[in-house]
């Protein structure tokens, strides 16, 4: 398993972690890109109608083959520094947590129409992955505003 990286930013990802959670959850190749908040808002805009920059976006491939890639997670490294600073976290910890939602996308979780599984397979991960627990607290705020 390997994730194809495509870093269109000066932000110096390690990857390591992020394999490591790849591998965790599949065998699959993955595509990420790390982009800035312009280039997320035009993807945003394009695919979901919503012409505002978000953190994460994911594309996954249509069909179960063994040696087919898994999906696409796009991130935007702008969204990732501002988070991790108004959060008190690093931005690799950040990406992380951005590329676990992102991932369990691919696999098929939904949080929008799920009964809660998505952010407890998320909780679950960021503790075995010893990552900070914002995106479950933010994530919780989120779904109570709505």
Known sequence: MSITLENQTDFPLVLEKLEDIAN?????????????????????AEYRGKGMPTDVLSFPLEGDFAMQPLGTIIISADMVFQKAKELGHTPQEECSLLFIHGL????????????????????ELIGTFSLPKSLIVRTQKEEKEI
Do not use: P, S, V
């Open 24 to 44: 965790f959850l599949t065998q699959r190749e993955i595509e990420l890109i790390l982009c800035d908040n312009n280039t997320i808002k035009q993807i945003n």
């Open 104 to 123: 369990l996308h691919l696999l098929g979780y939904d949080h929008e129409k799920d009964d809660g599984e998505m952010r407890a397979r998320e909780e």
